[in-house]
């Protein structure tokens, strides 16, 4: 079998759509486009000369010595041809035609082709607030090129696998529209390409009994702000209760114990509350909103939920720590810091949300104890109507 291989110019990679032979050469080849979407196909057209019909034409990517067959078909009665590739790497593509019966094979000059990769993502998990969402997805084909992922003004590198799948965990720590941009750098032969995912992180009901990572998202949040709570455990006990009443007490809302998207928001937007005096080493009572502050060098450290007199008789001042009584008293009172004759901050099974006390300033048994350390002889207590 006779074989005559015929070359044309070569053309540079990835260059315009174009006739790869020149005038009077055995077989010409033209191509729809030349970036090309992974696994789609490209029109591969032209025409033998002299004109010979039903000549077998295929379409093969040159890897060095090596062709690779993505398309055949035959010639028209004049000669010319339309045949469909498809499309999965970058690099040279020739047209090659069977003009004889003897087997003569013409050859076109190379046309240089890129691919266009293809990427997806999707969003799986929990869109509440404390969750997790997994955004996962798939390059093709995974060598491509580097992935990278934005959000906001963060960016990262993806780990991509060897079948092109990715999966990347995201904390949902924030409410709001979570968007998360996908961007690829090429690698030669690839076209750039990227994607951008949403998905808005919303924000939970919460109450007591409630558990997950909600509850230990809005517990964190709490304690940073300098709420005091006994515990970061992701269950809604009593303690995060009292915790979320001394919050709702600070921005004098419903003492109802229980979060709401409103609350939320509110607790994103705020930092610890201020002292009353910003100054020095002291505790404050407001029996108003029935809080306590720590404060240390003129900063609230701790915030307490409190219950104090009943009838209003807790005693608005300056107060100094003269007695302190550890454990259990007979009247149940618990780490007892008198600061006025009979009065004094102590732990008590019973804190309700509203003033209940005898006159004391009642606190949740679960502080009595640290508080109780942490505070000596002679300590300044101010109590605010």
């Known amino acids: 079998m006779r074989r005559a291989v015929v070359f044309g110019v070569f053309l540079l990679a990835f260059a315009s759509p174009a006739v790869a032979a020149a005038a009077g050469e055995p077989i010409s080849v033209a191509v729809s486009r030349t970036t090309i979407p992974f696994e789609k196909t490209v029109h591969f057209t032209g025409a033998v000369s002299p004109a010979v019909g039903a000549a077998p034409v295929r379409a093969y990517l040159i890897e060095g010595d090596n062709a690779y067959l993505v398309g055949k078909g035959a010639t028209r009665a004049d000669g010319t041809y339309d045949i469909v590739g498809t499309i999965r790497k970058p690099g040279n593509y020739v047209t090659r035609a069977e003009v004889d019966a003897a087997g003569t094979i013409v050859e076109s000059s190379p046309v240089g082709l890129a691919v266009l990769p293809s990427l997806t993502a999707h969003f799986d998990g929990t869109a509440t607030l404390g969750g997790s969402l997994v955004l996962a997805g798939r390059l093709q084909p995974a060598r491509a090129g580097t992935l990278r992922r934005t959000i906001g003004a963060g960016t990262s590198w993806v780990r991509v696998g060897p079948a092109g799948r990715f999966r990347i965990v995201l904390p949902a720590t924030k409410p709001g529209l979570l968007t998360v941009k996908l961007t690829l ?35 964190r949040m709490l304690r940073d702000r300098h709420y005091a709570i ?50 020095g080493n002291h505790i404050e009572v407001d029996k108003t909103r029935q809080i306590l502050f720590e404060v240390r060098d003129g900063r ?86």
């Open 185 to 219: 750098a090429p690698a030669a032969g690839y076209a750039a390409k990227s994607t951008t995912r949403r998905r808005r992180i919303v924000l939970p009901y919460l109450a007591r009994g409630s558990s997950g990572r909600s509850v230990r998202l809005l517990e």
């Open 230 to 279: 006994p515990r970061v455990d992701s269950l809604y006990g009593y303690d995060t209760v009292e915790a979320v009443w001394a919050f709702q007490k600070v921005y004098r809302l419903r003492r109802t114990g229980r979060v709401t998207p409103a609350l939320w928001r509110l607790l994103g937007r705020v930092g610890a509350p201020a002292a009353r005096v910003r100054r």
């Open 300 to 385: 609230v450290v701790n915030v307490l939920h409190v219950s104090t007199g009943a009838t209003g008789n807790t005693p608005v001042g300056a107060w100094h720590v003269y007695s302190k009584v550890r454990g259990y008293n007979a009247l149940a009172m618990y780490y007892s810091l008198f600061f006025r004759g009979a009065f004094a901050i102590h732990g008590y099974h019973s804190v309700p949300p509203f003033p209940a006390s005898h006159g004391c300033v009642r606190i949740p048994i679960w502080a009595a104890y640290a508080l109780f350390n942490r505070w000596t002889y002679g300590a300044t207590v101010r109590v605010f109507p």
